[in-house]
C-alpha cells in the first residue's frame, strides 16, 4: 500500500527559514509534489520532484531522496503570506496522486 | 499554466435536494478528471476518476448512485450531489489532466457546499 506522512503543524519566524518534511511509502513512483493550499481555496502547485536532489525554485526548494522515501520542502526569507497549508502528494504508478494530509504552517511576526 | 475554471465557487442548498458543479477546462483538452472531497482540516480525499466519454471510477466507499459524474466532453465534468445530506457538505474541487502520463494536474477553485 501507500502511505504518507509529513507533521501536522510548524510555527516559523516572519523572515527565516523552514524545513517540511514528507515521508512515503509506495510501491510503485512517478514523482512527488508539493502543493500550497489557503484556507477555502484549492491546492496551488509548488513544485515536483522525481530524480534525487535539490530543485530551487526562487523562495521554495524541494529535495527528494527516492530510496529513503524522503522529500522536503524548504522555504526561505518568511514572508506572513506563507501561512499555509503544505501538502505533499505521491504520483502512484497510474499517474494518480495520494496526497498528504498536510502540514499548516503558521507564520509569526 | 492551463486553467480550470469550477462553479459555482460555493452553494447552500436544502437537505433533499441535488446539487450540479461544473469543472471546465479552459485552454486545454482534459481527458481525465478527478474530484475531490475535502472536510476541514483533512487531506484531499479522491472521490472518482473520469475520463472522457466513459463511465467514471469511483473510490472505495464512494456511492455512485449518490455522487454523478458526467463527463460527456474533453472540456466539462459535472458532480451532482444529489438527495444532499447534511453530512454532504464539504469543499469539492476538480482537477484535469490533459493525458494520463501527464504530471501536473490543474485544479478549479473549488466548491463549498453547505446542505441546510
Known amino acids: 500500500g501507500q502511505n504518507i506522512d509529513q507533521p501536522t503543524e510548524m510555527t516559523a519566524t516572519e523572515g527565516a527559514i523552514v524545513q517540511i518534511n514528507c515521508t512515503y511509502q509506495t510501491s510503485g513512483f512517478n514523482g512527488l509534489f508539493w502543493y500550497q493550499q489557503h484556507a477555502g481555496e484549492a491546492p496551488t502547485f509548488l513544485s515536483y520532484?522525481?530524480l534525487d536532489g535539490l530543485e530551487e525554485k526562487g523562495r521554495f526548494s524541494s529535495f527528494l531522496s527516492r530510496s529513503k522515501g524522503y522529500s522536503y520542502l524548504l522555504l526561505k526569507e518568511l514572508q506572513m503570506k506563507d501561512s499555509a497549508s503544505y501538502l505533499c502528494a505521491l504520483m502512484d504508478s497510474n499517474y494518480q496522486l495520494i496526497w498528504g494530509a498536510g502540514t499548516k504552517l503558521i507564520i509569526k511576526p | 499554466g492551463a486553467v480550470v475554471s469550477q462553479h459555482p465557487s460555493w452553494v447552500i442548498c436544502k437537505s433533499g435536494t441535488s446539487v450540479k458543479i461544473e469543472c471546465r477546462s479552459l485552454d486545454f483538452q482534459a481527458t481525465t478528471m478527478f474530484w475531490y472531497r475535502q472536510f476541514p482540516k483533512q487531506s484531499l480525499m479522491l472521490m472518482a476518476t473520469s475520463n472522457e466519454g466513459s463511465k467514471a471510477t469511483y473510490e472505495q466507499g464512494v456511492e455512485k448512485d449518490k455522487f454523478l459524474i458526467n463527463h460527456a466532453s474533453l472540456t466539462l465534468s459535472t458532480l451532482t450531489v444529489t438527495s444532499a445530506h447534511p453530512e454532504d457538505s464539504s469543499f469539492y474541487i476538480c482537477s484535469a489532466k490533459t493525458m494520463a502520463g501527464d504530471t501536473e494536474a490543474f485544479f478549479g477553485q473549488g466548491t463549498r457546499l453547505t446542505v441546510v
Open positions: 520532484n522525481v
